[in-house]
């Protein structure tokens, strides 16, 4: 009985000790780190990646948590790779909205979202080779 | 009782591990006040490939977490990449206060891998993983902080007896567990006080736990 006591009054110790170090997370960044790490160990799973960050903003948003810091230009990136250029946009424009610091970087992003649209939109000789260049978020050639 | 005095040097560890406080000299941090971080590809001095990726994916949270709004690492690397900048080696000797502005940052982090390496003797796998961190004003490009960390784990030395140990080294070998000795040697770079930076904007303590220079 004893024992117990004093090993279960070292386990708290070693609790309060260890939540010393190791501290609540001010956003809540779900699996982030993560989707990341698998996104760059097995790059071709893009769905997996996708989905992993929009489930984040989910739980943030429904869950009324704190956004990280620039978890929805991830997220419209991701998008913006897909070819889904509006919706990227929006999410550029949420971080813009909750992050003054990242206006200039959205600012650019919107704008080559918005260049790269407007080419897929009319040409259609061209559109293909748009749809299937590399990211491209500068638009520049190497 | 053999457990009882592992549980204390635990304990011990764990203790100290949150006590030690570095003194270093803030001065140049506190006069830039960034707001901002551009987190840059890592660059790799190891001969392990994939290390640089996965270890980048690790740095983001630490530091939005000091208070700080951070760039998102994988739009960042992305965006590089497409203006020419594909190796990490480039980015980090370009002028510091250009890519500033490419994003529109107040300071640039630069993060690189020293050692990322296993061994194996025996039965024991002994990973160890060596960063080195710098951040630079990015108006300037004023060095503003740097910092040096490394972590070594060793299996085998556990229980379960020599079996077990050769259990262990041998899923370790196939997968050694590089990632919670990566995140480790980031918080300790990152704990203030101690070896990391001050509070952000977005932290309550912004600006009110600035450490009294050292020597006065």
């Given at each position: 009985?004893?024992?117990r ?5 070292i386990?708290?110790?070693a609790?309060?000790?260890?939540a010393?170090c190791?501290?609540?997370t001010?956003?809540h ?10 996104h ?6 893009r ?8 489930t984040?903003i ?7 948590l704190r ?8 997220y419209?990136?991701?998008l913006?790779?897909?070819?889904r ?6 999410y550029?424009?949420?971080e ?8 200039v970087?959205m600012d650019k992003m919107?704008r080559n979202s918005?260049l790269?649209?407007?080419k ?6 061209l559109?293909?080779?748009?749809a299937?260049?590399?990211a491209?978020a500068?638009e520049?050639?190497? | 009782?053999i457990?009882?005095i592992?549980t204390?040097i635990?304990?011990?560890a764990?203790?100290?591990?949150c006590?030690?406080?570095s003194q ?10 960034p707001r901002?971080i551009?987190i ?8 392990n ?11 983001p ?8 709004y951070?760039?998102?690492?994988n ?6 990449e497409?203006?020419g900048?594909a190796?990490a080696?480039?980015?980090h000797?370009?002028?510091?206060t250009?890519l ?5 940052a ?5 993060v ?8 194996y003797v025996l039965?024991?796998t002994?990973v160890t ?11 300037t490009?004023d060095?503003?902080?740097v910092?040096?960390?490394r972590?070594?784990?060793s ?7 020599l ?5 262990s080294?041998a ?7 590089y990632?919670p ?5 980031n ?8 070896p990391g930076?001050?509070a952000?904007p ?6 009110q736990d ?7």
């Amino acid at each position: 009985m004893r024992t117990r006591t004093l090993r279960n009054a070292i386990a708290a110790g070693a609790l309060v000790l260890a939540a010393g170090c190791v501290r609540q997370t001010t956003y809540h960044w779900s699996r982030y780190d993560d989707s990341l790490y698998r996104h760059y160990k097995k790059p071709q799973d893009r769905e997996a990646f996708v989905e992993a960050l929009r489930t984040v903003i989910l739980e943030v948003e429904q869950k009324g948590l704190r956004m990280p810091p620039g978890l929805y230009a991830e997220y419209g990136y991701a998008l913006y790779e897909e070819g889904r250029l509006p919706e990227a946009i929006s999410y550029f424009k949420l971080e813009r909205e909750q992050w003054p610091e990242s206006r200039v970087l959205m600012d650019k992003m919107i704008r080559n979202s918005e260049l790269r649209a407007s080419k897929l939109a009319t040409p259609p000789a061209l559109a293909p080779a748009a749809a299937h260049g590399p990211a491209g978020a500068l638009e520049k050639t190497r | 009782m053999i457990r009882r005095i592992s549980t204390a040097i635990a304990l011990v560890a764990l203790a100290s591990a949150c006590a030690t406080v570095s003194q270093k000299d803030h001065s140049k941090l506190h006069a830039a006040q960034p707001r901002s971080i551009l987190i840059v590809p890592v660059v790799n001095k190891s001969v392990n490939v994939d290390a640089p990726d996965y270890f980048l994916s690790t740095v983001p949270i630490p530091v939005a977490e000091r208070g700080y709004y951070v760039f998102p690492v994988n739009l960042v690397k992305r965006v590089l990449e497409d203006d020419g900048l594909a190796d990490a080696g480039l980015v980090h000797d370009a002028d510091p206060t250009r890519l500033a502005a490419m994003f529109g940052a107040d300071s640039v982090l630069y993060v690189s891998i020293e050692r990322w390496e296993a061994k194996y003797v025996l039965v024991t796998t002994s990973v160890t993983v060596e960063f080195s961190y710098v951040l630079k004003d990015g108006r300037t490009g004023d060095v503003l902080w740097v910092d040096h960390e490394r972590f070594t784990y060793s299996s085998g030395d556990g229980g379960g007896g020599l079996l077990g140990a050769m259990v262990s080294a041998a899923i370790e070998k196939a997968s050694p567990s590089y990632m919670p000795l990566a995140r480790q040697a980031n918080a300790r770079a990152l704990s203030y006080p101690g070896p990391g930076f001050p509070a952000g904007p977005y932290r309550p303590e912004y600006r009110q736990d600035w450490a009294p220079p050292a020597g006065r």
